[in-house]
């Protein structure tokens, strides 16, 4: 189905011509393809490029008149960037692309939603700075990952989540209004997300984002800190065989394996109590493996070593300032490990990081995961304190094996990530899992392996994960969170009554 | 007016209820006197008195967190967090009945801000009854289960869920709901410091200095005092003169700390950084600076609440005071201005964020007549007036500040909206902020 001309033609006047299509070939482009949904998305019945936050409002006031769906996309990695239902046009924003100020004095960036990390995050590098990039790799836009979705960055050990870096917001609410949050309300610039009385910020976003549900963020700024380790860095080599170093004497590496999450923990709270180390992060061992290796060959062929050598790997990146201080970080780390059992990897394998220290600023060769061609899926992403998440760790044996053991899913049991934030305040956790989507039972056997692993967590009154959604969708849990769907519900019906926003 | 005392959640749900059917408004306050800024005080409401809700509910060292009622002062805390190794991060010298919880949810300025990621820190979650009478619990303890139930340890702030409730709460002034226990976030408590003492007749040098330092996350307390305010806050009675002629024009006071392991070695490797950025900026970093009182003296208070007779800010009688925040670009004009209009008064300018703002309170100390603090009140209005246009914002609106904020009309709509859900019969201290 196509939109009426007078609707399109209303929004061709808005963006002109060539930033306006109902192309098949144009709309076939945006659908949907990640194979780990296996049933087809349906196309959008056009996609307009809009070039300022103006055209933003005018397109979704275009849209409200004439009771028209628009879902907002950058990078259209997650499954609500796309058309879900008929009459209902993408609004794409690969033109809203400027980093509109780097501000060093303030330590903030402001950008359009069209920016990517490998945009941005050289830029802020080079000036010493940087940003808590989620871990989604180069391609992710800075402003959905920061103010739209959830999502933990991998380095997040010696700062926090990036929704502790979310500043000034602009966005266009439902009604087509352009509101401002913040500092930003008050004319006083962007530096502070929080308003002046019951903080619009609440309503940006939460543990997990909006999505765009409450309106569509068209600007905001995100703050900066210092860099871990120089710089400058060093690159050699063509991808997927490249290198990037940190050079200097006060950047290292080491890795270490545990037998016991429980262990790791405890390293994990020791670190961070002493504050040493700028990463600190219990990984998963299967994207691991798949990132250290060039080709899904080459992955099966070591998949097997790897697996015996760090099923349990704790990641340590030193990045103090000076030499003495880096001395000083070594000989704590070594205590801790040795008290707590750790042991350091051969060095052929831990000298990957010392090589790829690109995995340390914005994650960069994480599209490898998706080589072996599967399908794969996160759950249990929720945050708590590591002790809470090395007790979730703990309780995933009571039951993967069932899974894992007849080929239900990948066998890598141990394959979750535990990333402390705030030098080990608190921490976040992924549970990665693969299948063979090839097996016409295969997603049967990832949805009874969600629903099993829910059940465990509830049943043990476990926070791994936070709840969400709206109304029905969002009840089930919600009944479970202090009701938490029907506010949730409350502060939409507030914000987009008409429910236009695409849910 | 009438003064109400709620012991449990469930008393003040009962209390809302009843104000939900009778439509008389209530004010919750929880800290015990003197008051400052006047959020507590509502002729048009009733008063929730919160300070008998005085459980500690949970100190925890392992995850480094500290669950309180409302009622749990500064004064009564502190020395049971150094009991478990632990320490809060808390205001300069606060009054040792100010409340531990409404310090957190108003947002006041932090003394350690290497340790503050965004602006609510170090609140972490709290259970609240909004002015429907709900009880709701915030981020990870909002589930799953009955908080005895969930088994966390409930210390995520965000959400539940796609929106974060705790930021309805702070710097709300009670308008959307009564918070009847917080968690915050605790910090390790040092094993070996070293205090800092940077003067400068220049003050736009200190807050570079400190940018500086906390870019590179040197500092744990930070705060800079000009010398009025140095010598109100740190002189015994009567000997202020004596602290203000010796001490620098404005200080910056910078703490470097060791904490259980090799706890020497790192304040010797950080006191070398505090004074290599010293060295950059042209200043000194004085251990023994010659001030008329002991530096472990000066220590020991920076880290406690103010425990003599007196408090500081009230040594005169009386004390009225502005409070801003502004980014590290704006900060030298906006502090010219004030101290230009205000020569006599003390200044408090305390890094936030990590250093990417700067908290500056501007104190008038006076004496405790009408005339006096009325003029003040009128002179500090009319000086934030003018702080505006030069990059102030005034994210806690106290008095009448709330005439010169607003003025976006969408994000009004916004904020009502929001007052609509969570109170929607507007009694919860009506009247504050835009409501």
Known sequence: MSLPRAVYAELESVVGSRNISEKEYILAGNRAQTPEIPFPHRSADAIVLPGSTEQVAEIVRICNRHGVRYVGTVSGGIPTAYATEENTILIHFKRMNRILEINEKDRYAVVEPGVRHVQLYPEVRKRGLSYTAAAVGPGGSVLVNIACTGGDHHNQYGSSRPTRYLLGVEMVTPEGEILRTGSLEAGAGWFCPESAGPSLRGVVKGYSGNAGHIGIVTKCAIALDRCKGPAETRSEGVSPHSRIYMDGGCSRVYVFNYSSIQDVGRAMLALGESEVGATVQKYFYLPLSLMMTASANEFWEKWGRFREAFPMPLVVHLAPHSVRELEYEEKILFDVIRETGGVRLPRDLEKWWEEHMDYFMIVSRLQSVLRLGGSWLPIKTGGESVRHLCDIGDSISGFIHDFTDTGKIFDAPQNYQIIPMEYGHFASFELLFMWDRLDPNSFRYMQEFCTVSRETDLKNHAHSMTAGGYGKAGEALGRLYCNCHLWAGRIREAFDPSFTMDA | ?435
């Not at chain 2, 919880?101 to 300025?109: G, H, T």
């Open chain 2, 1 to 435: 007016m009438t003064l109400l005392y709620p012991e449990t959640a469930a008393d003040v749900r009962e209390i809302i209820l009843a104000a939900r059917r009778s439509g008389k408004g209530i004010v919750p306050v929880s800290s015990g006197p003197p008051h400052f800024h006047g959020a507590s005080v509502n002729p048009e409401a009733d008063t929730l008195d919160l300070s008998r809700m005085k459980r500690v509910m949970d100190i925890d060292r392992r995850s480094r967190f500290i669950r309180v009622e409302p009622g749990v002062t500064f004064g009564e805390l502190l020395p049971q967090a150094a009991e478990q190794g632990l320490r809060l991060n808390h205001p300069f010298l606060p009054r040792p009945s100010k409340s531990a919880v409404a310090s957190a949810l108003e947002q006041e300025a932090v003394l350690i801000p290497k340790y503050q990621y965004d602006y609510p820190d170090p609140l972490l979650t709290v259970e609240t009854v909004f002015g429907t009478g709900d009880i709701f619990r915030t981020g990870s303890a909002a589930g799953p289960g009955t908080y005895e139930e969930n088994t966390s340890d409930k210390v995520i702030p965000w959400g539940p869920g796609p929106f974060d409730y705790y930021r309805f709460l702070t710097a709300a002034q009670g308008t959307i709901g009564v918070v009847t226990w917080a968690t915050l976030k605790a910090e390790i408590a040092p094993s070996a410091s070293r205090l800092f003492f940077i003067g400068s007749v220049f003050p736009e040098l200190l807050l570079d200095l400190a940018g500086r330092l906390l870019l590179d996350r040197v500092p744990d307390e930070c705060v800079i005092l000009d010398r009025n305010a140095f010598a109100m806050a740190f002189a015994e009675a009567g000997r202020e003169d004596e602290f203000r002629t010796a001490a620098a024009p404005w200080m910056l006071l910078c703490r470097v700390c060791g904490y259980d392991r090799y706890p020497e070695e790192r304040v010797e490797i950080y006191s070398g950084y505090v004074k290599d950025a010293c060295a950059a900026f042209g200043l000194t970093a004085e251990t023994e600076p010659a001030i008329p009182a002991a530096p472990a003296e000066i220590e020991r208070m920076l880290t406690d609440c103010d425990r003599r007779e007196t408090y500081w800010k009230l040594k005169r009688g009386a004390e009225r005071e502005l409070l801003t925040l502004v980014p590290p670009s704006k900060a030298a004009g906006v502090l010219a201005e004030m101290t230009n209009s205000f020569p006599e008064a003390g200044f408090v300018v305390s890094p936030q964020v990590q250093g990417r703002a700067f908290r500056i309170e501007c104190d008038l100390f006076l004496e405790d007549t009408a005339s006096q603090t009325a003029a003040a009140d009128e002179a500090l209005f009319s000086l934030a007036g003018r702080l505006v246009p030069l990059g102030a914002y005034f994210d806690r609106p106290y008095g009448r500040l709330p005439e010169l904020l607003y003025r976006d009309p969408l994000a009004l709509d916004a904020m009502k909206r929001l007052k609509s859900i969570f109170d929607p019969d507007g009694i919860l201290n009506p009247g504050k902020l835009c409501f």
